[in-house]
C-alpha cells in the first residue's frame, strides 16, 4: 500500500544543540536505510519549513506505523497521513 505522509518537525527550543545533531544523525541513517528497502519511496523537503511529504510503500496501516514510531523526530513530529491508490489515468506500471 502506498501512503502520502507529511511530517512537521518542532524541537523544543531548549534542547541541547548536541542531542539535536545526534537525533537528525540517527534519522538521516533509518530514512536512508528505509529508501534503500523501498519502503520509503519519495523524500521531499518542504521549502523554508522543518517540513517533509513522503511516500511510503507498505504492507499495511500497520507496517507504516511500526516505521514511523521508529524514527528517532517521531516525538517531535506532526504526522498527516493519506492512503493512496492508483490513479486510473497513470501510464505507470509499477503504480499500486
Request: aromatic share 8%.
Amino acid at each position: 500500500m502506498l501512503f502520502h505522509v507529511h511530517m512537521r518537525v518542532a524541537l523544543p527550543g531548549d534542547m541541547p544543540a548536541e542531542t539535536a545533531a545526534e537525533l537528525k544523525a540517527r534519522e538521516k541513517a533509518l530514512a536512508q536505510a528505509l529508501q534503500q528497502s523501498g519502503h520509503w519511496r519519495h523524500l521531499w523537503r518542504i521549502a523554508g519549513a522543518y517540513e517533509n511529504i513522503s511516500v511510503f510503500d507498505v504492507a499495511d496501516n500497520s507496517e507504516l506505523h511500526e516505521l514511523l514510531t521508529q524514527l528517532p523526530l517521531f516525538p517531535y513530529m506532526q504526522i498527516d497521513i493519506r492512503p493512496l491508490c492508483r490513479h486510473p489515468s497513470s501510464i505507470h506500471d509499477g503504480d499500486r
